[in-house]
């Protein structure tokens, strides 16, 4: 390494967080202490407590939108295709109950 061009490390930076929570750890500040808003004894993924600020109900009404689709029945796309094949052979198999132009010219030959 070169010397002169790295900082002093300082092994005794006492941290103190908001929650009154202090310990010791390393760091290139030359401060004796620290003050800080939230550590691992107060941050919400550690304690596994969670804290939702819901001004506009965005929350209550995506639980709903939860809820809601929980109770559809939701088919895959294989289903629909069955379904739908099924629909069309029915009305294919159907006789066509209104005559075609082809077969009105067909009847008005043989009329005359």
């Known amino acids: 390494m070169k010397k002169g061009i790295h900082p002093e490390y300082n092994h005794n930076l006492m941290i103190t967080c908001s929650?009154?929570?202090?310990?010791?750890?390393?760091?290139?500040?030359?401060?004796?202490?620290?003050?800080?808003?939230?550590?691992?004894?107060?941050?919400?993924?550690?304690?596994g407590e969670q804290k939702i600020v819901d001004t506009d109900n965005l929350v209550k009404k995506f639980e709903e939108r939860?809820?809601?689709?929980?109770?559809?029945?939701?088919?895959?796309?294989?289903?629909?295709?069955?379904?739908?094949?099924?629909?069309?052979?029915?009305?294919?198999?159907?006789?066509?109950?209104t005559l075609t132009l082809k077969d009105m010219l067909e009847n008005a030959k043989v009329s005359k």
């Open 66 to 97: 939860v809820e809601k689709s929980k109770n559809m029945s939701f088919k895959s796309k294989r289903e629909k295709m069955e379904k739908r094949r099924k629909e069309s052979q029915e009305t294919s198999s159907k006789p066509a109950s």
């Open 19 to 47: 929650c009154g929570n202090s310990f010791i750890t390393g760091s290139t500040l030359q401060d004796d202490s620290i003050t800080v808003e939230i550590c691992s004894k107060c941050h919400p993924f550690y304690t």
